[in-house]
Protein backbone atom coordinates (compact mmCIF):
# COMPACT_ATOMS: atom_id res chain seq x y z
CA UNK A 1 0.00 0.00 0.00
CA UNK A 2 1.28 3.16 -1.26
CA UNK A 3 1.46 5.70 1.96
CA UNK A 4 2.39 8.68 -0.21
CA UNK A 5 0.41 8.97 -3.09
CA UNK A 6 1.84 11.58 -6.30
CA UNK A 7 0.28 13.16 -9.18
CA UNK A 8 0.26 13.51 -11.90
CA UNK A 9 2.86 10.78 -13.32
CA UNK A 10 3.89 12.98 -15.91
CA UNK A 11 3.39 16.76 -16.69
CA UNK A 12 4.36 18.69 -19.86
CA UNK A 13 4.50 22.62 -19.79
CA UNK A 14 5.78 25.23 -22.02
CA UNK A 15 8.66 27.54 -20.37
CA UNK A 16 7.63 29.92 -18.36
CA UNK A 17 4.69 28.08 -17.23
CA UNK A 18 4.16 27.24 -13.27
CA UNK A 19 3.98 22.86 -13.03
CA UNK A 20 1.90 21.86 -9.85
CA UNK A 21 2.44 18.33 -8.47
CA UNK A 22 0.36 16.70 -5.61
CA UNK A 23 1.17 14.45 -3.19
CA UNK A 24 -1.09 12.96 -0.28
CA UNK A 25 -0.17 11.21 2.98
CA UNK A 26 -1.70 8.64 5.32
CA UNK A 27 0.33 8.40 8.23
CA UNK A 28 -0.08 11.34 10.85
CA UNK A 29 2.86 10.48 11.88
CA UNK A 30 4.81 11.79 9.15
CA UNK A 31 6.36 15.64 9.77
CA UNK A 32 9.39 15.74 7.67
CA UNK A 33 7.89 16.49 3.86
CA UNK A 34 10.82 16.59 1.32
CA UNK A 35 11.14 16.98 -2.39
CA UNK A 36 14.06 14.82 -4.46
CA UNK A 37 14.66 16.06 -7.87
CA UNK A 38 16.56 12.73 -10.75
CA UNK A 39 18.15 14.20 -13.98
CA UNK A 40 18.46 11.13 -16.33
CA UNK A 41 21.37 8.73 -15.58
CA UNK A 42 21.45 10.39 -12.06
CA UNK A 43 20.42 9.78 -8.57
CA UNK A 44 17.97 11.59 -6.83
CA UNK A 45 19.19 14.75 -4.99
CA UNK A 46 17.06 16.56 -2.35
CA UNK A 47 15.62 20.09 -4.00
CA UNK A 48 13.50 21.44 -0.84
CA UNK A 49 12.07 20.22 1.97
CA UNK A 50 9.20 21.66 4.79
CA UNK A 51 8.18 20.56 8.12
CA UNK A 52 4.05 20.41 9.11
CA UNK A 53 4.88 23.57 11.38
CA UNK A 54 5.06 26.18 8.29
CA UNK A 55 2.14 25.77 5.19
CA UNK A 56 5.13 27.14 2.86
CA UNK A 57 8.42 27.12 2.33
CA UNK A 58 10.56 28.85 -0.90
CA UNK A 59 13.32 28.63 -2.01
CA UNK A 60 14.35 30.14 -5.03
CA UNK A 61 12.07 29.43 -7.81
CA UNK A 62 10.44 26.07 -6.04
CA UNK A 63 7.88 26.51 -3.46
CA UNK A 64 6.35 24.11 -1.30
CA UNK A 65 2.67 24.45 -0.05
CA UNK A 66 1.13 22.17 3.08
CA UNK A 67 -2.23 21.52 3.79
CA UNK A 68 -2.00 19.29 7.50
CA UNK A 69 -5.76 19.01 7.68
CA UNK A 70 -5.95 17.24 4.28
CA UNK A 71 -2.85 15.78 4.54
CA UNK A 72 -1.51 17.22 1.24
CA UNK A 73 1.42 19.18 0.20
CA UNK A 74 2.37 20.27 -3.40
CA UNK A 75 5.46 22.06 -5.23
CA UNK A 76 4.98 24.52 -7.38
CA UNK A 77 7.97 25.80 -10.20
CA UNK A 78 7.51 29.48 -10.90
CA UNK A 79 8.60 30.32 -14.01
CA UNK A 80 10.12 26.94 -15.29
CA UNK A 81 12.73 26.20 -17.55
CA UNK A 82 13.63 23.29 -19.97
CA UNK A 83 16.56 22.78 -17.51
CA UNK A 84 14.15 21.73 -15.36
CA UNK A 85 13.02 18.95 -17.00
CA UNK A 86 13.39 15.64 -14.57
CA UNK A 87 11.39 13.39 -12.68
CA UNK A 88 10.61 14.71 -8.92
CA UNK A 89 9.47 12.47 -5.79
CA UNK A 90 8.07 14.19 -2.94
CA UNK A 91 8.96 12.03 0.53
CA UNK A 92 7.56 11.41 3.92
CA UNK A 93 9.54 10.79 6.89
CA UNK A 94 9.23 10.72 10.69
CA UNK A 95 11.29 12.43 13.67
CA UNK A 96 11.92 8.99 15.35
CA UNK A 97 14.31 7.68 12.39
CA UNK A 98 15.91 10.82 11.61
CA UNK A 99 14.60 11.27 8.46
CA UNK A 100 16.27 7.66 7.62
CA UNK A 101 13.46 5.86 6.62
CA UNK A 102 11.66 8.12 3.71
CA UNK A 103 8.75 7.01 2.11
CA UNK A 104 8.44 8.14 -1.55
CA UNK A 105 5.95 8.70 -4.00
CA UNK A 106 5.48 7.26 -7.50
CA UNK A 107 7.49 10.14 -9.06
CA UNK A 108 6.32 12.85 -11.70
CA UNK A 109 8.27 13.00 -14.97
CA UNK A 110 8.12 16.65 -15.78
CA UNK A 111 8.98 18.21 -19.46
CA UNK A 112 9.10 21.93 -19.91
CA UNK A 113 9.61 22.81 -23.15
CA UNK A 114 11.22 25.99 -24.90
CA UNK B 1 35.41 14.74 -4.09
CA UNK B 2 33.29 13.11 -1.47
CA UNK B 3 30.98 11.13 -3.28
CA UNK B 4 28.53 7.87 -3.69
CA UNK B 5 29.95 5.02 -6.25
CA UNK B 6 28.55 2.10 -7.46
CA UNK B 7 29.62 -0.32 -9.30
CA UNK B 8 28.78 -1.90 -11.89
CA UNK B 9 26.37 0.95 -13.64
CA UNK B 10 24.70 -1.61 -15.84
CA UNK B 11 24.28 -5.60 -15.68
CA UNK B 12 22.35 -8.13 -16.91
CA UNK B 13 22.20 -11.32 -15.64
CA UNK B 14 19.76 -14.83 -16.05
CA UNK B 15 17.43 -16.30 -13.62
CA UNK B 16 19.29 -18.24 -10.71
CA UNK B 17 22.58 -16.61 -10.87
CA UNK B 18 23.90 -14.59 -7.70
CA UNK B 19 24.21 -10.88 -8.07
CA UNK B 20 25.99 -8.24 -5.92
CA UNK B 21 26.01 -4.61 -6.04
CA UNK B 22 28.39 -2.78 -4.72
CA UNK B 23 27.76 0.60 -2.91
CA UNK B 24 31.24 2.93 -1.50
CA UNK B 25 31.40 6.40 -0.37
CA UNK B 26 33.64 9.02 1.26
CA UNK B 27 31.46 10.70 2.60
CA UNK B 28 32.27 9.60 6.27
CA UNK B 29 28.32 9.14 6.55
CA UNK B 30 27.24 6.18 9.29
CA UNK B 31 24.06 5.15 7.53
CA UNK B 32 23.32 3.96 4.24
CA UNK B 33 20.36 2.60 2.26
CA UNK B 34 19.15 0.53 -0.64
CA UNK B 35 16.58 1.25 -3.02
CA UNK B 36 15.08 0.00 -5.83
CA UNK B 37 13.04 2.36 -8.28
CA UNK B 38 10.62 0.67 -10.77
CA UNK B 39 8.16 2.67 -13.23
CA UNK B 40 5.32 4.38 -11.21
CA UNK B 41 6.44 2.66 -7.99
CA UNK B 42 9.07 5.63 -6.97
CA UNK B 43 12.13 4.18 -5.01
CA UNK B 44 11.57 2.25 -2.71
CA UNK B 45 13.66 0.62 0.67
CA UNK B 46 15.22 -2.42 0.22
CA UNK B 47 17.56 -2.08 3.47
CA UNK B 48 19.39 -0.11 5.57
CA UNK B 49 21.84 0.20 7.75
CA UNK B 50 22.98 2.77 10.84
CA UNK B 51 26.43 1.58 11.43
CA UNK B 52 28.38 -1.56 10.77
CA UNK B 53 26.98 -3.39 13.00
CA UNK B 54 23.39 -3.03 12.41
CA UNK B 55 21.09 -3.75 9.26
CA UNK B 56 17.78 -3.59 9.35
CA UNK B 57 15.09 -4.53 6.72
CA UNK B 58 13.25 -1.84 4.38
CA UNK B 59 9.54 -2.37 2.86
CA UNK B 60 10.70 -4.91 0.10
CA UNK B 61 13.39 -6.80 1.51
CA UNK B 62 12.21 -10.45 0.43
CA UNK B 63 14.88 -11.99 -2.30
CA UNK B 64 17.80 -9.53 -1.31
CA UNK B 65 20.74 -9.72 1.25
CA UNK B 66 23.06 -7.33 2.69
CA UNK B 67 26.75 -6.84 4.14
CA UNK B 68 28.04 -3.45 5.76
CA UNK B 69 31.62 -4.29 5.22
CA UNK B 70 33.01 -1.23 6.19
CA UNK B 71 31.61 1.89 7.16
CA UNK B 72 32.22 3.42 3.64
CA UNK B 73 30.65 -0.14 2.15
CA UNK B 74 27.28 -1.51 2.00
CA UNK B 75 26.78 -4.75 -0.99
CA UNK B 76 23.27 -5.99 -1.97
CA UNK B 77 23.09 -9.53 -3.00
CA UNK B 78 20.54 -11.04 -4.83
CA UNK B 79 21.06 -14.85 -3.97
CA UNK B 80 19.09 -16.42 -6.87
CA UNK B 81 18.12 -13.58 -9.15
CA UNK B 82 14.28 -13.62 -11.08
CA UNK B 83 12.93 -11.47 -13.47
CA UNK B 84 11.01 -9.31 -11.54
CA UNK B 85 13.97 -7.79 -9.86
CA UNK B 86 14.92 -6.39 -13.03
CA UNK B 87 14.86 -2.47 -11.88
CA UNK B 88 17.20 0.70 -11.05
CA UNK B 89 18.87 0.36 -7.44
CA UNK B 90 20.35 2.69 -5.52
CA UNK B 91 22.40 3.40 -2.75
CA UNK B 92 21.94 5.95 -0.78
CA UNK B 93 23.99 7.95 2.21
CA UNK B 94 23.12 10.33 5.36
CA UNK B 95 24.60 11.55 8.53
CA UNK B 96 24.18 10.35 11.70
CA UNK B 97 22.35 12.99 14.22
CA UNK B 98 20.22 15.88 13.81
CA UNK B 99 16.13 15.75 13.37
CA UNK B 100 16.11 15.07 9.98
CA UNK B 101 19.21 14.22 7.55
CA UNK B 102 19.57 14.49 3.69
CA UNK B 103 20.03 11.26 2.02
CA UNK B 104 22.65 11.28 -0.52
CA UNK B 105 22.26 9.29 -4.09
CA UNK B 106 24.90 7.56 -5.92
CA UNK B 107 24.37 7.32 -9.40
CA UNK B 108 22.33 3.97 -9.99
CA UNK B 109 23.17 0.39 -10.97
CA UNK B 110 20.58 -0.54 -14.21
CA UNK B 111 19.63 -4.20 -13.46
CA UNK B 112 18.38 -6.77 -16.12
CA UNK B 113 17.39 -9.88 -15.51
CA UNK B 114 16.58 -12.27 -18.05
Known amino acids: QQQVKQSPQSLIVQKGGIPIINCAYENTAFDYFPWYQQFPGKGPALLIA?????SEKKEGRFTISFNKSAKQFSLHIMDSQPGDSATYFC?????????????FGEGTQLTVNP | DADVTQTPRNRITKTGKRIMLECSQT?????MYWYRQDPGLGLRLIYY???????NKGEISDGYSVSRQAQAKFSLSLESAIPNQTALYFCATSDLGGLYNEQFFGPGTRLTVL
Open chain 2, 27 to 31: KGHDR
Open chain 2, 49 to 55: SFDVKDI
Open chain 1, 50 to 54: IRPDV
Open chain 1, 91 to 103: AASMRETSGSRLT
